[in-house]
């Protein structure tokens, strides 16, 4: 087996084929896990031979990582966190002692915003950015992705790199690439002036976004369905694409279909999960690519096919700055799904729909915000938009409040009156009793009382005292 593989940028199947690479697709599993230790064996054995740090976090390994002999003994290499890069990073900036190859091949500089603590530094070499790229195509293929598509990449070009991964597949595969980007003020006006002049026929960007671009839309007299010419949108950023309610509105409101992707920025190629032109909802993973394990949240021990639990990632063909057995936090369950494409990888079945930070313990009951989505989705008074208020009184229990928009004809006045709006509120609350199995308190707002988000939309608002 030849690594790091080297692929042929002059490769494209023909538009009518369902697979990029049908061998790798659809192999039997158990071969597939073959070949797959094949590769974390080179990639192991890469990053311990090439960096200080792996040397180190790999001391005390009850298994030799220069010698790995099954993915069970992979598993029992230790788990990297993002406390391990940020502390590492400040260590011996800027890359930690994780890059593997000299600072000059470093040919793209990515990273995080650091707005939850210090920011993380990604250093990618030339050859990896070029098999990202690879990886990206190939994944953008089976969401239904072609060369006769124009994609319209609506999110952040910045440190970010979800948007240059994005652009960056769609170029390798050959399609007309629109970077439009987002986050400027008037912007989202702009691209709705944009979307109905080009008619680009696929948009990048995340679920809340899509939803704010249509109503800045219809603000403006356009119906984002007859006006627009998407056929189908992929998604990353956030659990929106996978919750049910929230999948829906976007198909019905653009006449299109829905992919939902993503694992996280340290582990570009980032579209590892993702879903196909043929699933409806949730995310293959993308195995060869990127290896996926579930593991417990407590006692990070490797979980079967068909439970709930955290997603470590590792990279199998990273030179520069490879993540070995990568903590994501978040919260997911996996399983075989018979899927039309025909594609034999595991899948996250509701895709990810939580953080283990972002879940809320409500009288012992577990909640996460995706679900209540999805509750108000359904409801037909609601106006768009929600927002989740956490407080605990000193030796008191979690209190949750959903604070959430209503449409205008779910009044009669032409002013807002809570008072009015009583059976809607207690409606409100019986359905979210009903479907999280314990009572909220819920508190109505008028449409349009909440910003609108270019990129990731932040729900949680966290008062809580100690």
Known sequence: MEWPPQYPDSYRPSPDQEFWSPGLETMVPEQRDRHILGKLQRQVRYAYDNSGFYQEFYRDSPVDPANIGSLEEFAQLPILTKEHIRSEQEEYPPYGRFLC?????????????????????????????????????????????????????????????????????????????FPFGSGAPGQ??????????VKPSVLYGTPSYALYLAETARQMGLD????????????????????????????????????????????????????????????????????????????????????????VYSHTERTSQPMIRYWSGDIARWDMVDCPCGRTYPTLVTGIYGRVDDMIIVRGQNVFPSHIEDILRGMDEFGGEFRL????????MDRLTVQAEVL??????????????????????????????????????????????????????????P
Request: aromatic share 10%; charged share 25%.
């Open 101 to 177: 190859v000299p600072p000059e091949d470093i040919f793209r500089v990515h990273g995080t915003s650091g707005t939850t603590g210090r920011p993380t530094v990604f250093g990618i070499g030339k050859d990896d950015w070029d098999r990202i790229a690879e990886a990206h195509a190939r994944i953008l293929w089976g969401a239904g992705l072609r060369p006769d598509d124009t994609v319209m990449v609506a999110a952040v070009f910045s440190l970010y790199v979800g948007s240059w991964g994005a652009l960056v597949g769609a170029e390798r595969l050959g399609a007309t690439c």
């Open 389 to 396: 208020v956490l407080e605990r009184e000193k030796g008191q």
């Open 188 to 197: 989202t006006e702009r691209a709705v002036e944009w979307s109905a002049m």
């Open 224 to 311: 984002p369905k007859e006006d627009f010419g998407f056929r189908f949108m992929f998604f990353s950023g956030e659990p929106g694409a996978s919750v049910p309610a929230t999948r829906r509105l976007i198909e019905e409101t653009f006449g299109c279909y829905v992919v939902d992707q993503g694992t996280m920025a340290e582990m570009t190629p980032w579209m590892s999960a993702s879903g196909c032109r043929h699933l409806d909802g949730g995310m293959h993973l993308w195995q060869d690519i990127v290896y996926t394990e579930m593991v417990d949240p407590v006692s990070k021990l490797n979980l079967p096919l068909g439970e709930e639990g955290v997603p």
């Open 408 to 465: 205008a004809r779910a009044f009669v006045a032409q002013e807002f009156d809570p008072a009015a709006l009583e059976p809607v509120r207690e409606r409100f609350t019986a359905e979210l009793r009903r479907a999280i199995g314990v009572s909220v308190a819920v508190e109505l707002k008028p449409a349009g009382e909440f910003e609108r988000t270019q990129f990731k939309a932040r729900r949680i608002i966290d008062l809580r005292t």
